[in-house]
T-cell receptor, first 111, second 114 residues
Framework: DAKTTQPTSMDCAEGRAANLPCNHS???????VYWYRQIHSQGPQYIIH???NNETNEMASLIITEDRKSSTLILPHATLRDTAVYYC????????????FGTGTRLTIIP | GAGVSQSPSNKVTEKGKDVELRCDPI?????LYWYRQRLGQGLEFLIYFQGNSAPDKSGLPSDRFSAERTGESVSTLTIQRTQQEDSAVYLC????????????FGPGTRLLVL
């Protein structure tokens, strides 16, 4: 899997949009960008994934640059329950499907 | 519908004892994965099952670790002669197929070896 680079930590005010960046400059054409988060003492939770088009679901939006070398996860109205470690992962959707988690971004929502 | 479930949620054992951890995947999911997460660290892949194919055991750290899966249902991860460095959260995930579908995780089993 290609490597990703994320900031170690970020703060965001409650009610504001949280924008979490991820660099994946060596991503291959068949690799998707996945985002998971892990709230303290829980298993990782799937958030969203995409290939090259922007994606939106009930949890978040994913913006992928045209060259696919970076992406941004957007939580439109952050709440205290969004405090977690957010992982950006790139992986191909065939062959060995294991996920490789880096250290992620620790997002803290400030009341 | 029900998500991935794991049991026990917590396990404390003495060094040298064997432990067995259980994972119930989401119904209909043919792929099942085990990961390990040490305190403050990322996930380490352990083993992957897909249908009736031979499992991918490339992540198992030693021959003390083994896992089985009955068909496309329950899986058990067994650690023999536990060591203190085995202390970690053991996470199970399942996905629809080997087509790279999204993996959904269980809550994990927190293992502490004294």
């Amino acid at each position: 899997d290609a490597k990703t680079t994320q900031p170690t930590s970020m703060d965001c005010a409650e009610g504001r949009a949280a924008n979490l960046p991820c660099n994946h400059s060596t991503i291959s054409g068949n690799e998707y960008v996945y985002w998971y988060r892990q709230i303290h003492s829980q298993g990782p939770q799937y958030i969203i994934h995409g290939l090259k088009n922007n994606e939106t679901n009930e949890m978040a939006s994913l913006i992928i640059t045209e060259d696919r070398k970076s992406s941004t996860l957007i939580l439109p109205h952050a709440t205290l329950r969004d405090t977690a470690v957010y992982y950006c992962i790139v992986r191909a959707n065939f062959g060995n499907e294991k996920l490789t988690f880096g250290t992620g971004t620790r997002l803290t929502i400030i009341p | 519908g029900a998500g991935v479930s794991q049991s026990p949620s917590n396990k404390v054992t003495e060094k040298g004892k064997d432990v067995e951890l259980r994972c119930d995947p989401i119904s209909g999911h043919t792929a099942l994965y085990w990961y390990r997460q040490r305190l403050g660290q990322g996930l380490e892949f352990l083993i992957y099952f897909q249908g009736n194919s031979a499992p991918d055991k490339s992540g198992l750290p030693s021959d003390r670790f083994s896992a089985e899966r009955t068909g496309e249902s329950v899986s058990t991860l067994t650690i023999q002669r536990t060591q203190q460095e085995d202390s970690a959260v053991y996470l199970c995930a399942s996905s629809l197929s080997r087509g790279g579908e999204t993996q959904y995780f269980g809550p994990g089993t927190r293992l502490l070896v004294l």
